[in-house]
Each structure stands twice: as structure tokens, then as C-alpha cells.
């Protein structure tokens, strides 16, 4: 369409606006009830212009039409009243609220609008600061509004409402009662989006200009989330999320957006410590790293395979990359892994099985494309709540949604069906759901024939698995597996998601294949169309802590250790050679140091006593290993049991990139100078290779990126520069000229045979099973408060909106044992025990429980046992046999 704007031509597409076409012209009006990610409602009249020159209507609402002629400077009176008739009901201080962080105070200047002259008597309508991030000062909100339509539309909470009438109207919680009792889930969206300050957060509060803003990638969960921090000195006054172009789009959690005053924390480290006469003691990095040096040059010389280290998923791919460069370069051995062990290494394997790499399919935006999703084993509303949201979104806009999951998850609340399957049950039912699929006709033949391998063996394992016996098996009612599959099977363009609820599973790459095989019935992967197979990645770089060959059988970009070729080309780029034998794996070093054969382990930002199975097996290996080293930002319980302690710097002080689930490379940058005495992993291995004689070579991060992707043709077009240049992109990217591959197997799988693997794979039984003894089973899971073993959330406010951790248990079972919400109860197991609090809930099934690992105190992971996926040795964290009893 063509309008005229104050004379000036401009093209509009169709569906504009008149502020669409007023932008296309270059021109600003004031938006104050508007935001382009919210509904509109055009109430404030802030944005009138006159058409054709019947008088002014509100261009955010109405629709732009072709020849229409829009006069923006001859409606600027029109405008100055509209504000200035907003600026009457407020205070005067309303306009003295920085400019930076108030859009009224912005446009009032622009338009030459001050607050009322004389005394005005306004209500004081009051403040409330409960909620330890969000503010609110109702005498400075408009009742615009946007901020109710953020948290529905954006985070879709519904947590905010307007009250009161006329002049009176205000913001409030919808529970009503203060802000920190409320449903918000503290994602900030409605801070982001209020034009006049009446929301704030605490680094608003105070009137100190912002000195600097650094964009960076958000170090929790790994979704990847962009965000721009604004600081002043070496403090971080806000974090903001990233707008468009970016993974999060505007959006972040309270994790990302608030939870950073661990930086400050008292208890952080300062100083190395080293064990003498059994105490651990401050030292100095001289002393700490000659020591370390001295007592690893010995085992290397005697046996390198005596030495182990645990990289993480918490440190940048350039440290995760020079961690595995140190132990196989430096020290001789292939025993390096991540903690990607611990929760979708069953990913890895089975998605690589299946498609050729160990990734998901596609990317995040795919979402949007998607008529139906299909979300199992995952509470992303919880663990990746930006993910949720998104998810949520969509079927708010009308897609379809199945969430397979024992738990009654917020998402799951607003399923068009929701499984329920038995812990350990899930290959049973994706055999289930592919049986009906194959039955009503609902495959993809020619796909099928064209790319995928062994659909006739699939297809006679399925006539084993109709609605019926997988009921049987895992308690779903037969007539839901049907309308599941249904939903699945006529979608145009389907999305899988999913999460740990599918790989931590004696039987977790079998849960990965069978579930893979879902998409590839229906063609929605690779070259069909739809959203794929995607896996929801926990913490903020596991994808990259792999990726970068922090595995004891692959090298950097996923070249097997056994492959010649792979070795000899990090070889050349090492100067050294590298280990033929494949190494351990973390169950395995746990086992090795118990039997005496790993004299040193190096873990490096792990928790590894709170966060994996059967720690008290994890504590006994720890006491055997002559030498443990670790690195941490703080005293956790496996530094307190270490010998050697760097302190080492958080994702907030450090330069590199970051992996996000969907295989997006993104910069990391340094936001505030890390405490003295603080060093990042990054110069932690290069002070100790130095000490022992070894010349690691990669001066800087950019450096290590550069070697990589020398060494790794999945990586050979990715750089520091040009992630600067560009911004993020997606492996594969085998060239400085290729654009990335957001979207998998475009031109067929990356297998051998050019083609995708069906698996029949039968159901097995889960590694525990429930006796009269322990009659309950045990689930764990993450919280949305706090993060993995909670040492970064724990020391900040986010303690205030879960200060302990709790079991969820179901009424029925509640009653039946006499508790109560909030009674202290014991928690047995074969393996260990645990005192929590009950927390009653229909969250969870009859004859189960639920807990999260965020609190070291209250020890779940003592509970779990040692059971493993039989392919990759990721723990069974969701299946352990459980007696509840009330606590002495």
C-alpha cells in the first residue's frame, strides 16, 4: 500500500497501521499504552494524527489504507494535549524519573509538556515493595495497561489486573494482597514494558546514571538468552533481555534477569586453598598451581590414565575446549567428560543414531511455524521458562499441544491431552503413539521411502504396541494415546520438545529413538516439513561443553577418538599425539578412584556431592582419589572435600561463546572485573600447563575458537570476529562464508548412508521398581527459582521466593499417611534418606513424589541410585523406589 506522511510517500505492507507508516517515514509519535509485542488497545490518545483531514484518530489502532494522507506535525497540538492531560493526574515527581527510564518523561520533553502548575492535590495511592524485584509505585501508573498484557501475552502468567475506577485505576496483583504472595513468576516483563516507571526493579530505584551497557549470553539455563547489562563502575545496576533477532525476544527469566548479587557474596572465593595436615588453607596461586603441576607431572610420567578431569557446563567453549586440549595434549589420557553425562548424553547418541548428529534438529523460531507441539518429559515453564512461554504463546494463538509427563505441569494445565505415563514407561508409549500413527494412515510414505532406513522392522515392532497393551504397561488411558497420536499425526508442520523426562532413564536412548522415530513417520524433520526433534538442554553451555570434545570418546566437533583422521588432525594442531584409547566416563572415574586406579581428578565448576546420583558412592570416590582438584566460585561441598580450590570467575566475568539448545553460537562478554585473586578456567589451565612445562598455545579465548575450529570442520567457519561482525550462528558451519545451518538435514542426514534411522526398539522395565518396603516412586526435578545445585541462586534474593526445598506429594497419599501441608517428612530409599517438607499437590500422580535438588541440605541426590542408561551411563534420576514417613 502507498500513503502519504506529511507529504512523503511510503510503502506499507498489508495489515499495517498508520504508526507502521508513520515509522516507515522516519518519524516518532508517542506510544505510551503501545508495545509492537502486545494487543492493542489504543486508550492513552498519545499517538493521534489527523487522515485526510477529517481530524485525529489513534494510529496504533487504525489500519493503514492506500492513498490515505497522514499529517503528523499538524496533530502535534492534538498529542501535547493528550499528554499533558496524563501528566495532570500524576505527581510532580512523575516527571523528574530519569529519561532513560520513563517513556512519558521522553515524550513530555519532546513535546514541551510540565507537570501543572500551582498545587495539585492528588490520592496517594501508596507503594509496593514486598516482591524483592519488581516495585511498583501506583502513583506514578497511567493505567495504561501494558503491563497486564505483558504478563499474559509475553509470559502468559496472567499474575497482574487493573483495579479500581476512573482516576483510581491501578495496576495491582490478581490475587490481590502484596505483590510477593501473587502468582508473578519475576520474568520482569511488565518492568520492560511500563512507560513511566510505576514498575522498577532495584537498580532503577536509585537516580545513578548508567555508565556502560555490554550485551552478553545469559548463563543459566540453556536456552541462550541475549542480554544487555547496564553498569556503573564494577556494578551491575539492570539486566535487560535482548530484543529482536534474538533467541529470547525481548524476553528473559528471573533467573537471568535478577539473580546476579551472588557476585557480591561474601562467601565467594578469593584466594586458592590448598589441603594441609587435613585442612584446607589459603594459599597462592603460585604455591597452588606449583602443587597441582608437581603432583600431576608425576602421574602423567607414571600413568596417565590415573588422571580424570570433569569439564563444565558452565564454562565457555574456549575453557571447555582448552580443559580436554590439557588432559589429552598435556596429560596423555582420553578420561576428560561433562556433565552432559548426567542428563542428554542419551541425546547425543540417540539423535546422532538416528540423524547423523548429536543436536536438535531445529531452531527455536520453528515454533512459530508449528500447528501442533508435542512436549514430553519437560516443565519448561519451570526449567527453561522463556521456552515455556513461547510454547505457551503458540497455543494461545491456536496451536495444538500434547504434553506427555507424570507430573501435572503448568503446560500441561493447558494441554489438549496430557499423558500421564508410569516413570521408566515412556518407550512403551511412544512405541504407542507410532502404532496408531502407522494404523490410521497417518505416516509419510513417500518420505519414509525416500530418506529413513528400517521402517519394516518398525513397523512389525508396532503391531506388538496397540492402545491397549500400552495402557496396560504404563497406566495412559488407551483413548488418549489415540487422541494424542491424532493430534501428532494431522498436523501440517508438528514440533517435539523435550527434556529429561525422556533421557535420565536406564533406558534413555531408547526413549530418544523411539520418540526421534515419531517425527520421521510423520516426514516433520530434515527435508519434510514441520518443527522436528528438539532436546531442552539444562544448563546454560552443555550443548557446548560437548560440542567442544569434552567427552571421552569424541574430540572436538564430535570426530570419534578412534578415527585416525581426527586424531592426526589435532595432532598437527597440538604438536602432540593423541590417545588412541577412548576414556571414562564420569561414573567410571567415580568407580576408578573407589578401586584406587585415578590417583587425580580435576573438576572444574561442578558440585558434583549435590548433583549426581547415589552421592554417597560420589563421596567414597572422592576420599579414595589421592588428589582432587576443583574449581569454584564458591565452598561447595565437593570443594570442601577437595585437596586443591581455585577460585575461579562466574559467566558475568568472563570473555567467550556459549552453545544454546539450538546449536547457536553466541558471545560471552566480560561485564564486570572478576574480585581480586579471582582467575576464569580459562587461565587456571594455562597457569598449570605452564607449571608443568606444556605451552597450551591459546593465549586468548578468541585464540582457542580460532584452534577449534581448525581442528573441527562442524566449527571451521565459526570466530570470535566474525561472531562480532555477524552475531550468532548455528552449527554445522564448516566455512567463513557459510551462513550457519539453523535447520538440519536439509539435503539429506549427516549418516553414513545419507539416510534416518527407525529404531524398534522394545519396551524394557525401568532399573527400579516399587515393593511393599518402598511403595512410592521418586521424581526430581529443577524449580523455577533456582538453578541446578543452587550455589549462584541460593546467595540472592531468589531465596526469598524459595527459601527451602520441598517433596510433592498427592493428597490421597497425604491423607492416607496423616500429613499435612508443611510437615517435616523423611524420605527412604535403597539408597539413602532425606528430611523435606510436604508440600501437598495434585501436581503429581497417586503413588508418587517429586522433589528438586536446588538445596544441598535437604540431599535428594542421596536418594537416587546408581542405575544408568545402558548406552551412555546417564543416571535414572527419575525412577527411585521411595517410603515417605513423618520426620522425628
Not at 500551582?118 to 493505567?143: F, Q, S, W
Not at 489486573?161 to 520482569?188: I, K, Q
Not at 561447595?636 to 561463546?657: I, Q
Amino acid at each position: 500500500m502507498m500513503l502519504f506522511v506529511d507529504g512523503r510517500s511510503v510503502e506499507v505492507p498489508a495489515g499495517a497501521t498508520l504508526l507502521d507508516a508513520v515509522r516507515a517515514a522516519g518519524l516518532s509519535i508517542p506510544t505510551l499504552c503501545h508495545d509492537d509485542r502486545l494487543s492493542t488497545v489504543a486508550s492513552c490518545r498519545t499517538c493521534l494524527v489527523d487522515i485526510n483531514g477529517r481530524g485525529p484518530v489513534a494510529a496504533c489502532s487504525t489500519p493503514a489504507a492506500d492513498g490515505l494522507r497522514i499529517a503528523v506535525e499538524a496533530s502535534r497540538d492534538d498529542r501535547r494535549a493528550a499528554l499533558q492531560a496524563i501528566v495532570a493526574g500524576l505527581p510532580a515527581r512523575a516527571l523528574d524519573v530519569p529519561a532513560d527510564r520513563s517513556e512519558l518523561v521522553r515524550q513530555c520533553a519532546g513535546h514541551g509538556v510540565t507537570a501543572p502548575a500551582g498545587a495539585v492535590l492528588l490520592p496517594v495511592r501508596g507503594k509496593d515493595h514486598t516482591h524483592p524485584y519488581v516495585k511498583l509505585d501506583r502513583d506514578l501508573c497511567i493505567a495504561c495497561g501494558r503491563c497486564v498484557r505483558a504478563c499474559a501475552e509475553v509470559q502468559g502468567t496472567f499474575a497482574l489486573t487493573m483495579v479500581g475506577r476512573g482516576a483510581g485505576t491501578v495496576v495491582a496483583p490478581g490475587t490481590g494482597g502484596p505483590w510477593v504472595e501473587s502468582d508473578c513468576v519475576s520474568c520482569g516483563a511488565c518492568v520492560d514494558t511500563c512507560p513511566t516507571g510505576a514498575l522498577s526493579e532495584p537498580g532503577l530505584l536509585n537516580m545513578l546514571p548508567i555508565e556502560r551497557q555490554t550485551m552478553t549470553t545469559c548463563g543459566y539455563c540453556g536456552v541462550g538468552c541475549s542480554l544487555e547489562v547496564s553498569t556503573r563502575g564494577n556494578e551491575i545496576m539492570t539486566v535487560r533481555p535482548a530484543g529482536n533477532g534474538t533467541v529470547n525476544r525481548g524476553h528473559a527469566c528471573v533467573k537471568g534477569r535478577f539473580a546476579h548479587g551472588f557476585l557480591g557474596s561474601s562467601e565467594r572465593l578469593a584466594t586458592p586453598l590448598v589441603r594441609r595436615n587435613g585442612t584446607l588453607s589459603e594459599a597462592s596461586w603460585e604455591e597452588a598451581t606449583g602443587y597441582v603441576a608437581a603432583r600431576l607431572a608425576a602421574i602423567r610420567d607414571a600413568d596417565p590414565d590415573g588422571f580424570a578431569v570433569i569439564s563444565s557446563a558452565r564454562a565457555t567453549n574456549e575453557e571447555n575446549y582448552l580443559a580436554q586440549k590439557f588432559a589429552r595434549a598435556v596429560m596423555g589420557t582420553n578420561n576428560v567428560d561433562n556433565c552432559s553425562r548426567l542428563c542428554h548424553a542419551p541425546s547425543a547418541a540417540g539423535l546422532a543414531a538416528t540423524f547423523g548428529l548429536g543436536g536438535g534438529t531445529n531452531p527455536f523460531d520453528d515454533l512459530d511455524r508449528c500447528d501442533a507441539v508435542l512436549l514430553v518429559g519437560a516443565n519448561p515453564t519451570a526449567a527453561h521458562p522463556v521456552v515455556g512461554a513461547r510454547i505457551f504463546q503458540r497455543v494461545m494463538d491456536g496451536a495444538r499441544l500434547v504434553v506427555v509427563d507424570p507430573r501435572r505441569t503448568y503446560l500441561a494445565r493447558h494441554a489438549d491431552v496430557h499423558l500421564r505415563p508410569r516413570p521408566g514407561t515412556n518407550v512403551a508409549v511412544f512405541n504407542g503413539l507410532a502404532h496408531v500413527l502407522v494404523r490410521e494412515g497417518l505416516v509419510d510414505t513417500a518420505f519414509l521411502a525416500a530418506h529413513t532406513a528400517g521402517y519394516g522392522e518398525l513397523r512389525a515392532l508396532l503391531a506388538e504396541y496397540p492402545p491397549e497393551r500400552v495402557a496396560s504397561i504404563s497406566g495412559v488411558p488407551a483413548d488418549d494415546l489415540v487422541r494424542a497420536a491424532l493430534i501428532y499425526g494431522q498436523a501440517a508442520a508438528p514440533a517435539i520438545f523435550y527434556g529429561l523426562g525422556v533421557t535420565e532413564h536406564l533406558h534413555g536412548t531408547d526413549g530418544v529413538r523411539t520418540l526421534s522415530n515419531m517425527a520421521l513417520l510423520r516426514g516433520a524433520v530434515g527435508p519434510g516439513a514441520g518443527g522436528g526433534v528438539n532436546p531442552l538442554r539444562g544448563q546454560n553451555n552443555v550443548q557446548g561443553a560437548s560440542d567442544m570434545g569434552a567427552l571421552p570418546d569424541f574430540l572436538p566437533g564430535y570426530q570419534k577418538v578412534l578415527d585416525p583422521a581426527a586424531r592426526a588432525r589435532c595432532a598437527a594442531a597440538w604438536r602432540q599425539d593423541v590417545p588412541v584409547r577412548p576414556g571414562l566416563r564420569i561414573p567410571q572415574m567415580f568407580e576408578a578412584a573407589r578401586d584406587g586406579a585415578l590417583k587425580a581428578l580435576w573438576i572444574i565448576g561442578e558440585d558434583v556431592l549435590t548433583t549426581d546420583p547415589d552421592s554417597t558412592s560420589v563421596r567414597a570416590a572422592l576420599a579414595a582419589c589421592p588428589l582432587v582438584i576443583c574449581n569454584d566460585l564458591f565452598l561447595s561441598a565437593t570443594a570442601a572435600a577437595a585437596d586443591v580450590v581455585f577460585p575461579v570467575a562466574s559467566w558475568l566475568e568472563k570473555d567467550g561463546t556459549f552453545v544454546n539448545f539450538d546449536r547457536r553460537f553466541q558471545r560471552v562478554r566480560e561485564v564486570v572485573a572478576a574480585p581480586g585473586g579471582v582467575r576464569t578456567d580459562f587461565a587456571v589451565l594455562q597457569a598449570v600447563a605452564a607449571r608443568m612445562g606444556a605451552d597450551l598455545r591459546c593465549a586468548t579465548p578468541a585464540a582457542a575458537m580460532a584452534e577449534c575450529a581448525a581442528v573441527a570442520p562442524l566449527f571451521a567457519g565459526i570466530s570470535h570476529p566474525r561472531l562480532e561482525r555477524e552475531g550468532p550462528l548455528h552449527w554445522p558451519c564448516g566455512s567463513a562464508d557459510s551462513p550457519g545451518t539453523p535447520r538440519l538435514y536439509q539435503e539429506g542426514f549427516a549418516t553414513e548412508d545419507g539416510l534416518a534411522h527407525l529404531a524398534a526398539k522394545p519396551y524394557l522395565p525401568p532399573g527400579e521398581q516399587c515393593d511393599t518396603e518402598f511403595p512410592l516412586l521418586l521424581i526430581t526435578g529443577r524449580r523455577g527459582e533456582h538453578y541446578n545445585s543452587g550455589s549462584m541462586t541460593r546467595r540472592t534474593a531468589n531465596l526469598r521466593l524459595l527459601d527451602r526445598e520441598a517433596v510433592d506429594v498427592e493428597p490421597g497419599d497425604a491423607a492416607a499417611l496423616g500429613l499435612r501441608d508443611g510437615d517435616s517428612v523423611r524420605l527412604d530409599s535403597r539408597h539413602g534418606s532425606a528430611v523435606l517438607r510436604a508440600a501437598i499437590t495434585d501436581d503429581v500422580e497417586p503413588g508418587q513424589v517429586f522433589a528438586g535438588f536446588h538445596f544441598p541440605g535437604a540431599a535428594v541426590n542421596s536418594l537416587t541410585s546408581p542405575v544408568a542408561d545402558e548406552v551412555t551411563g546417564c543416571p535414572e534420576y527419575k525412577v527411585t523406589a521411595v517410603r515417605l514417613s513423618r520426620a522425628e
